[in-house]
């Protein structure tokens, strides 16, 4: 790759289609259900948050409730309604299940990788020209957005994660298509998508857009930008999407702007509330990871667009050569505001991650047009990068089970498969093509990757992390549904079974010990500890659940004999 800045390309023929727009919407009809859809029941709902989410769902669903989340027929206010109502939404067609609950999550990266197309279709297209018959940049940064680790695993979650990134990724773009087209239908669909941002996750959308938008007019030294984004019935536009829900649960919950603004937002951000501490640097290789296979060159597209930035300010914050600027700060800002708070979560730098992508779609097409080619260090170190996750998906049962990965056959054979694949990728990119197949050749080992975690790592997976089967477990011997209890498990644990038996769980250690007939779950080999938190009554020993080293018992009720 040459030392000095590529030489920026103007906006050609912005009203330009594009070639072979059916295969085109093939192609991420196909990708985006194979990374985002498919196998979305392979394994059971794993974490805390998941399993908690899925039944506060559940539950607005079966009192008919849309207003306000409960968990355990109480009111929580953690979390705005929109993956709520999505998931709603789901269970009412599909019915309640795991996949379902998920369903929301892989239906909005399907929006947002559609939007990425969209975008760049309509303002990053160049007609056919010597050489390149068939540009599909816009293509490019969809799939390269569809394809990042970090968007593939939140697109399969449940949790309110992907339906803030993907509103927040669309009302960006809209906000953009509206500074270099003018037309005021973007700046009304900037308005409504960050509406709908703030009901995923609340007010860190609109402050996220202030500041991106603030700072990008600030860079270009034109503060009438900000004045202009401030169009009355746009924020309007805003108010009708994200206000009425919010006027709602607080009337109908009036401890709601103390649990959710204060606690949940401001407590969380200021201080290590709920034990999620990590330094400062967390998310530096938090990004680094979300944004494989294509960080490599990310970091590349990052460096030469900061360069060219610092060399020349004015060419590069010219309307049709701004969007790498913009890209930049929409990029850094979430990362660098999280990195201040106390409390942090992979999750909360998930916008952030669209940017990347658009960045380095940016990137090729600037190379491609102005036929340079990345020099060999640059591929050699891509081409590794988007081969290792193979090794780690080939061994995922082994790294799950051992929590750690030693030499051995099967180590040897992931490696070799993966030093054939390096191998492919850097010939393929050293050939003539270049750049223009580096979204070809990339998603090969990614679609590799996936389908070897669904097929080898979703078994172990399920039986090691998700409550499911241990719920399943429990349920052969329980043919009454006995209320559950467990005593010194994890909260996971608690919430999966929750979910997955639909029936409030207690426990022992907080004094809630029923005084009727019942079940407990506990840790392995601890039938004294049992016999000890049950004194005078009987229990009888069911079985145990290996994987996740649960015991589980029949408890009498108090007055028994």
Known sequence: MSSSPASPITNVAPSYRGPRPLTDALLLAAFCGFLFFFGLAYFGLVGADEPRYAQVAREMLARHD???????????????????WQTMIAYSIFGVSDWAARLGSAVDATWMVVAVYLFLRRFRSLPP???????????DGALMTASASGVIGFARAASTDMPLAAMFTIAMLAWYSWYESAAKRHLAAFYIFLGLATLAKGPVAPFF???????????????????????IPGIALFGVVAFPWYIAVQLRNPEFFRVFILQHNLARFS???????????????VVLLALVPWIIFVIAAFAESARA??????EMLRSEDALPAFLMIWLVVPVIFFSFSRSKLPGYILPALPAGTLLLADYVRRHVVNDEKPGLPLIAAHSITASLPVIAALMMPYIIFHHTLSWGRETAVSSAFAAVLVIGIVATLRSQPGLRVLRFVTLVPVVLAVGAILRLGAPVLDATLSARPLSQEISRV??????????QLPRETEYGLHFYRNQGIARYELGQIPDGEHLLATR???????????????ITYLGSFAPQGVDYYWVAGKNSN
């Open 66 to 84: 849309w207003i306000t989340p409960t968990l355990g027929g109480h009111p929580w206010l953690e979390k705005p309604p929109l993956y709520y």
């Open 129 to 139: 020209t010597a050489g390149l018959q068939t540009p599909g940049f816009h293509l």
């Open 209 to 231: 857009a202030v500041v991106i938008v603030m700072l990008f007019a600030a860079a270009k030294g034109d503060y009438r930008l900000v004045v202009r984004t401030c169009w």
């Open 271 to 285: 201080n290590d509330l709920y034990h999620h501490t990590e330094p400062f640097w967390y998310y530096l290789p």
């Open 309 to 314: 930035w610092w060399t020349d300010k004015k």
């Open 478 to 487: 329980d043919n009454r549904s006995l209320p559950l209890a467990i005593l």
């Open 524 to 538: 392995e080999g601890w039938q004294k500890n049992v016999a000890r938190w049950t004194t005078g009554r009987r």
